[in-house]
C-alpha cells in the first residue's frame, strides 16, 4: 500500500506560477513511477508529468517547457513546478504513484488561473 498527498495548489494570475508537492508513505525510490495528472470540469484525467525510479521524465505537450517535475528521495516527495501558469490549466491535481501493477491516488489539489 502506498500513500500519497498532494499540497500546494491555489489560484494564481495567468503567467504566475505554483509548486505542487506529493508526499509519498515510502521510499519513492522504490516505485516504479510516479506522476501528476489533471482533471478539469467536464474532462478526463490527463497525464500532465513523469517521473521514473531512474529520473526520466516525461511531459504532456501542454506543458512542456513551463512545467518540471522532480523528486526528492532523501524526504519522498515528488514536486511539480508551474511556471507560465494559463486558464487552461486550471484543474485538480492529482499526485500518483504506480508500484507493481498498481495506480495509488492522492486526493487532489486544485489550482486554478484566473485574474
Known amino acids: 500500500q502506498v500513500q500519497v498527498v498532494e499540497s500546494g495548489g491555489g489560484l494564481v494570475q495567468p503567467g504566475g506560477s505554483l509548486r505542487l508537492s506529493c508526499a509519498a508513505s515510502?521510499?519513492?525510490?522504490?516505485?516504479?513511477?510516479m506522476g501528476w495528472y489533471r482533471q478539469a470540469p467536464g474532462k478526463q484525467r490527463e497525464m500532465v508529468a513523469t517521473?521514473?525510479?531512474?529520473?526520466?521524465?516525461n511531459y504532456a505537450d501542454s506543458v512542456k517547457g513551463r512545467f518540471t517535475i522532480s523528486a526528492d528521495n532523501a524526504k519522498n516527495m515528488v514536486y511539480l513546478q508551474m511556471n507560465s501558469l494559463k486558464p487552461e490549466d486550471t484543474a485538480v491535481y492529482y499526485c500518483?504513484?504506480?508500484?507493481?501493477?498498481?495506480?495509488?491516488w492522492g486526493q487532489g489539489t486544485q489550482v486554478t488561473v484566473s485574474s
Open positions: 517521473i521514473t525510479s531512474g529520473g526520466s521524465t
Open positions: 515510502v521510499r519513492i525510490f522504490s516505485i516504479n513511477a
Open positions: 500518483n504513484a504506480f508500484l507493481g501493477q498498481y495506480d495509488y
